[in-house]
């Protein structure tokens, strides 16, 4: 295809308005056109990754195969386009500020005066070309956090502003805005958008296509208003109406052409339009599914913020579309679970889901769930902390290690079951040690793992600090929990299970962060098969 292009995606007079599900369709519809597409994210703010960052502040932290802990809406762009992402995809100010701030204690600018502009800018710069130039990607789209007027955000827009003067037809720049719907008056208002995209052109920005995120239809003289106010072409101001599920907008934005303006914006051919045919069966499937009676599944953690639990949420999800069942993800925070109350707390669920999470709140619930549901045979998954909390239950309620604990909770116990990790990765951000990234495992044959992968050796990513201790392994073994995936490397146990129970499965790493909408991850699609039968 010759140069690589660039994609802008900015977004005006609300957070949240879903730039990375816009970001991820026009990748999705690219990527069927037969172009290579990756996808990258800018996070206006200063910490270095969202690592540090509480849950409730930010949604999850998904981590990327070479061990990057980064903003969940590079879990959109792996789910939608099924690609791996990696450090390259998520870059913060503080990335950008640490990165000058280096060269020059190096010497690197020669005595220069550092600035935001051209040394800030230029750093800005170097990073949206980086995968470009290096992995020869056809396009690469960049989505920058925020909301354009946001005093953040200036050194970002002043960075599109001069690559898309010196990239000319190979930079576009897609805004998306909000129409919003005033009751009282019975009708939609134009004006945030008008004064969203006028704030971009005060920076030196005209934006090229304008996606309108709306919960009523717009009609093709309010996109006309629009267009003719904003300066941007009829034909480039589409809606982005609110949808059943977020993987109708690729669909919806096809129907409305907008792959094929961006295309002829570029100076690229159009050509067929893609079918999009295992996409189109995947809704179709789901459709029929969201028909059906739900089952319900317990998700048991102690962030009642649907973002915090958003890789997971998803997994479940597509297990169900695939399993042609609808699964309702129902939320019970760990923190309120007590033994008087747990049986009304778990009533009527179909599985239990331990969710991961870091530090000591919430986790003596997460036992009395784990108890609960090994006692009565119900389909349980756990996942990092999740699986360490299945030991220390198993290990107090079946060893009969009451004090049994980790080392984080209790340093003094002598049966820390869940133990400081013996090898040690230094990092930054943390001040400690933690295993980030992806691993390898092993699978026994005949285990539950080795059923729902249908393979011996696999590799998933993780994000812990602590690993179960192998000097208790012979006695957990003896009383039933298997541990059934190994570390070839170092040894260390990386799922356990209860084979004498219909699904009991933990594992220490973090299986939803590579289930994707073509792909759902078999561990989730098994759970899910056993939960139906339950």
């Not at 060269?103 to 995968?131: A, C, F, M, S, W």
Request: aromatic share 8%; hydrophobic share 35%; proline share 4%.
């Amino acid at each position: 295809m010759g140069e690589t292009k660039y994609i802008f995606v900015t977004g005006g007079v609300a957070s949240s308005l879903g730039k990375g599900i816009i970001s991820s369709s026009i990748g999705k519809l690219l990527q069927a056109r037969g172009y290579s597409v990756t996808i990258q994210k800018f996070d206006p703010y200063i910490n270095i990754d969202p690592g540090t960052l509480n849950p409730y502040e930010h949604g999850e932290c998904y981590v990327t195969v070479d061990g990057h802990e980064a903003d969940l809406d590079l879990g959109h762009y792996e789910r939608f386009l099924g690609i791996e992402t990696t450090k390259a995809n998520n870059i913060t100010t503080g990335r950008i500020y640490k990165s000058v701030i280096d060269k020059e204690r190096r010497g690197d600018y020669l005595g220069k005066t550092i600035q935001i502009i051209p040394h800030i800018t230029d750093e800005i710069k170097r990073n949206v070309k980086l995968l470009g130039t290096k992995s020869k990607f056809d396009f690469v789209i960049t989505e920058i956090g925020g909301t354009v007027g946001d005093i953040e955000s200036l050194p970002y827009l002043e960075s599109i502003r001069q690559l898309k003067w010196e990239l000319g037809k190979d930079a576009l720049c897609v805004h998306l805005t909000y129409v919003p719907y005033l009751a009282a008056a019975g009708e939609l208002k134009t004006k945030p958008t008008q004064h969203s995209v006028k704030e971009l052109q005060s920076v030196g920005i005209q934006p090229d296509v304008l996606v309108l995120r709306t919960e009523h239809e717009l009609s093709a003289g309010l996109r006309k208003k629009v267009a003719l106010f904003c300066n941007v072409d009829e034909n480039a101001v589409v809606q982005s109406i609110d949808a059943s599920t977020i993987y109708e907008v690729p669909l919806l934005m096809q129907a409305q052409g907008l792959d094929e303006t961006i295309l002829k914006k570029m100076g690229l051919p159009v050509g067929e339009t893609p079918e999009l045919g295992p996409w189109r069966t995947f809704l179709e499937r789901r459709e029929k599914a969201e028909e059906t009676k739900p089952i319900h599944i317990a998700l048991v953690g102690k962030y009642d913020l649907q973002d915090a639990y958003k890789s997971i949420r998803e997994a479940l999800s597509q297990a169900g579309t695939y399993n042609d069942c609808k699964v309702q993800v129902d939320f019970v925070n760990s923190e309120d679970l007590t033994n008087e109350n747990i049986a009304q707390a778990l009533e009527g669920m179909a599985g239990v889901m331990i969710g991961p999470g870091f530090g000591q709140r919430g986790i003596e619930g997460k036992f009395v769930a784990l108890k609960y549901a090994r006692e009565n045979n119900i389909p349980t998954f756990g996942i990092c902390l999740g699986m360490q909390c299945m030991a220390i239950e198993f290990a107090r309620n079946v060893l009969g290690y009451e004090d049994a604990n980790s080392r984080e909770m209790n340093e003094k116990t002598p049966h820390n079951v869940i133990d400081i990790m013996e090898e040690q990765k230094a990092i930054t951000n943390m001040g400690g040690t933690m295993r980030l990234g992806a691993y390898e495992c092993t699978l026994e044959k005949g285990s539950k793992a080795y059923e729902a992968y249908g393979t011996e050796h696999i590799q998933e990513r993780h994000r812990h600090r602590y690993e179960f201790n192998n000097e208790f392994k012979e006695q957990y073994e003896a009383a039933g929990m298997k541990c059934t995936g190994i570390n070839p490397e170092s040894g260390l146990v990386e799922i356990v299970e209860i084979p004498a129970l219909k699904w009991f499965v933990g594992t220490q790493f973090h299986p939803e962060y590579s289930s994707t909408v073509l792909k759902p991850h078999p561990l989730f699609l098994s759970f899910i098969k056993a939960a139906i039968s339950q």
